[in-house]
């Protein structure tokens, strides 16, 4: 097991309930639509961020972090959206109190996970969070 597993990932995976999944798709064939079910089927709960939808699975969207409703907490954001558009989610991340930030499969920016890293935030990029969670699924 690497340093990152132990330090970061497990105890995002073992502790982190409630994930704010930002850029997720209403259609079921896209990856951002294929982690959250899964994520969701295995325990967790998933906050939808996207502008101008209703419902994605099951869960009322939002547009951004800034509209959660008071009282409602994110523990991990989860970040399907180009590597540029990421440092402005970092620093929503942070407002919101959120515990982790999460870059999935493909998408590195260096200055937002400087910048989540530094506010206490258990802060991953480049791995998919599904594939992770099975990964590791036998230590959790």
Known sequence: MTSIDQDIILPILKNFKTIAVIGLSPKPDRASHRVAAYMQKVGYRIIPIRPGSGKILGETCYASLADLPEGLKVDLVDVFRRAEETPPIAHEAIAAKARGFWLQS??????????????????????CLMVEHRRLAHML
């Open 106 to 127: 493909g998408i590195i920016n260096d200055e937002a996970l400087a910048l989540t890293t530094k506010a206490g935030l258990l802060s991953v990029q480049d791995r």
